[in-house]
């Protein structure tokens, strides 16, 4: 009798199946990996093509290529060696110390009543700017000369603190202020002009900053000089000559150029800072994000005011869509590096420019009032040769914020001349009129009293 034969063994045994599965998978691996390296391969390559484009059109890339990016322009007098005497001579005069009790240099920092009324702390300010005298030479000898300047700067650790030069600058610009109201007050309106042309003259020097500290520095600068000219308006019958020389002095900063020179910096600043994270090979991914976010910005300031502002706002509405729908990934990264910069830095540059105009205006409203006797009605109403430009570009008598002329606005003892300021909203001249408000106001401008005028 025959045996039966065994079953035969099943093709589709768990162990052919695992086999099967692992390979899937291994293969499924596989081709993660070969499209990962592919993808990662064709960003590497976006972001160097990106980075060669930047550093042909000399535009820096990383710390290093900073160092030669902060350059003073070819033809431009060097007066860095005479700004850093007068920095280092306004230091070591311990201000803080000596001047405490005074008005702008000192830690109190009393309010300067208007012309005519006592002035308390006026013999010990008038004191103390005689004793440094010394100090005056240094700065008038470095304003005379001139140039820019191009100060040691370590832009491997970004801290204020290591901008020492530059943040003395500001205690030159506190000293001339009080030592141009101490003149004023003096009768000596000759000095006070030329302690004021010297703090109007000072952003230009410091035009070609490479960071936003800097750049915010030398925009503070210009808010502290132009903040004390309505008050030495009301306290020096300057001519029209000297009128139109603080107009030529105010008009000579470019301040949107200013801003586009530090995001170029701090974009290779945020390159390097980039290297500082644990991404190894992802760094790509972010660094494009990053060169993304940096262009928007950018391209945003080659345009004509208010546009930077209203892309800056457009910006800021697409990350907030961004950020709920998650779009962003490691570009999220690029953004937290690049938000704390761009959208204030474009603002700050926009309250720049409308201070700037402001000004102009303002001291173009004195000029009408010494041609013809009389006030101007309005800024149409004023001669076009007294706007310190011939011919005045347009633009200059626009609001850098809304894009509208900036508002003039007369009361019974004031003519306000202001900008709608960053809400963009207008608040009727809500303005600092005495320069000593702790907050911003609402509105950026400035305000001449009709019955203070000489």
């Given amino acids: 009798m025959n045996e039966p034969s065994p079953p035969a063994q099943s093709t589709h045994s768990p162990r052919r199946w695992l086999r099967r599965i692992l390979l899937g998978i291994s293969l499924l691996l596989f081709l993660i990996v070969v499209v990962g390296v592919a993808y990662w391969g064709l960003h590497q390559s976006r972001l160097n093509s990106e980075l060669q484009y930047l550093r042909l059109q000399g535009m820096p890339t990383s710390i290093v290529e900073l160092e030669d990016f902060y350059q003073i322009p070819s033809g431009v007098f060097d007066s860095t060696p005479l700004w850093t005497a ?11 110390v000596r001047g405490k009790d005074l008005p702008i240099i000192g830690a109190k920092n009393p309010p300067i009543p208007p012309p005519g009324e006592p002035w308390i702390e006026l013999d010990a300010a008038r004191i103390l700017m005689q004793e ?132 170029q910096g701090e974009r290779a600043y945020a390159l390097s800072a980039f290297d500082q994270f644990p991404l190894g090979s992802l760094n790509a991914f972010g660094k494009l994000g990053l060169l993304h976010r940096f262009e928007l910005g950018l391209d945003a300031l080659a345009q004509p005011w208010p546009e930077p502002l209203d892309r800056i706002e457009e910006m800021q509405r697409q990350d907030i869509l961004d950020k709920h729908s998650g779009k962003r990934g490691l570009g999220m990264l690029g953004l937290l590096l690049s938000e704390s910069t761009i959208e204030p830095m474009v603002k700050s540059g926009a309250r720049a420019v409308a201070r ?99």
């Avoid at 007068?86 to 803080?96: F, R, T």
């Avoid at 006030?375 to 076009?384: C, E, F, K, Y």
């Avoid at 570009?393 to 609001?399: I, T, V």
């Fill in 132 to 263: 440094l005298d010394p100090v005056f030479q240094d700065i008038r000898t470095a304003a005379k000369a001139g140039g820019q300047a191009r100060f040691p700067v370590q832009f491997s650790v970004k801290d204020p603190s290591l901008f020492p030069e530059v943040q003395a600058l500001r205690q030159v610009v506190r000293l001339l202020c009080l030592d141009a109201h101490v003149a004023a007050r003096d009768g000596d309106c000759e000095r006070a002009f030329e302690d004021v042309r010297i703090v109007l003259k000072l952003p230009s020097v410091l035009q070609n900053e490479p960071l936003s500290i800097q750049q915010l520095i030398r925009i503070a600068i210009q808010a502290m000089g132009l903040g004390h000219l309505p008050k030495l308006l009301s306290s020096c019958a300057w001519d029209d000559v000297h009128l139109q020389l603080l107009q030529k002095e105010i008009a000579a900063s470019d301040y949107q150029a200013g801003v586009i020179h530090a995001l």
């Fill in 86 to 96: 007068a920095a280092k001579a306004v230091e070591q005069a311990n201000l803080p």
């Fill in 356 to 454: 700037q105009r402001c000004a102009i205006i303002m001291l173009a409203v004195q000029r009408h009032h010494l041609r013809h006797g009389q006030w101007p009605a309005s800024v149409a109403a004023i001669d076009s040769d007294l706007f310190g430009m011939t011919p005045l570009p347009a633009e200059w008598l626009l609001d850098p914020c809304d894009g509208t002329p900036l508002k003039f606005k007369e009361t019974a003892d004031l003519i306000l001349i202001y900008s709608t300021g960053e809400d963009r909203q207008g608040n009727g001249g809500d303005i600092d009129l005495d320069d000593t408000s702790t907050t911003r106001p609402a509105d950026t401008g400035y305000a001449i009293r009709k019955s203070a005028i000489p």
